[in-house]
């Protein structure tokens, strides 16, 4: 499972209140090659946890004061999109169908074999990529769009529905060179040539809004 960012460290979290447990599982996650950290309450996590954590969170459902589950959830209305693993001795229909609607990737039931648990690793650090990846874009096409004045910005929104520049100089009233103009500056500072790149990057932006 190479990692194509060196500057990252992809790490598996693990929460679990039994100590020989987290051991256990530090023990087989490293063994293959990744890095591990263990926590033993949801709290703990949370004061160690930051946004930019890479990997994936192996976590127990049954936890001191604060539920695996409620953790669960918390990250999520946070927004912080770290898959998670859930884990437990004591499964029911309701506690799996919860943790899977509220978005975990895999649900192990105690005791699971190691390679159950690497698979859903590797499951997990997939998911992250391609998640750490599209917020890296978004990213990029947000600091381009800092850099449009107000003016710009318009004409941009209006191209990208379509609205041809005759159009748009009548709805601005703004001559037609001006508006040639401004498109000009526009495709220039967001870094494309073609109008379907245009589009196709103002969309993704958009579209990052509802994640």
């Known amino acids: 499972m190479p990692n194509d960012d060196p500057d990252v460290q992809e790490t598996v979290f693990i929460v679990d209140d039994d100590p020989s447990v987290c051991e256990g599982l530090c023990d087989l996650v490293e063994s293959s090659g990744l890095r591990a950290q263990s926590y033993s309450t949801a709290e703990e996590f949370l004061e160690a946890s930051r946004d930019s954590m890479a990997g994936c969170l192996v976590l127990d459902v049954r936890l001191p004061q604060m539920s695996g589950l409620d953790l669960q959830a918390k990250l999520l209305e946070s927004h912080m999109r770290i898959p998670v693993i859930i884990m437990t001795a004591y499964a029911d229909i309701a506690t799996v169908r919860k943790a899977l609607k509220t978005g975990a990737v895999e649900f192990l039931v105690k005791p699971f074999q190691g390679a159950e648990l690497l698979l859903a690793v590797e499951q997990a650090y997939a998911l992250d990529r391609e998640r750490r990846q599209r917020e890296g874009l978004v990213d990029s096409i947000k600091a381009r769009l800092e850099t449009l004045t107000e003016r710009e910005r318009e004409v941009l929104e ?54």
């Open 158 to 211: 209006l191209v990208t529905a379509g609205v041809l520049n005759k159009q748009i100089a009548d709805k601005l009233c703004l001559s037609l060179v001006t508006v040639k103009m401004h498109r000009g500056q526009v495709m220039k500072k967001m870094g494309v040539k073609t109008v379907p790149d245009l589009v196709r990057m103002w969309g993704a932006f958009r579209g990052s809004l509802r994640w």
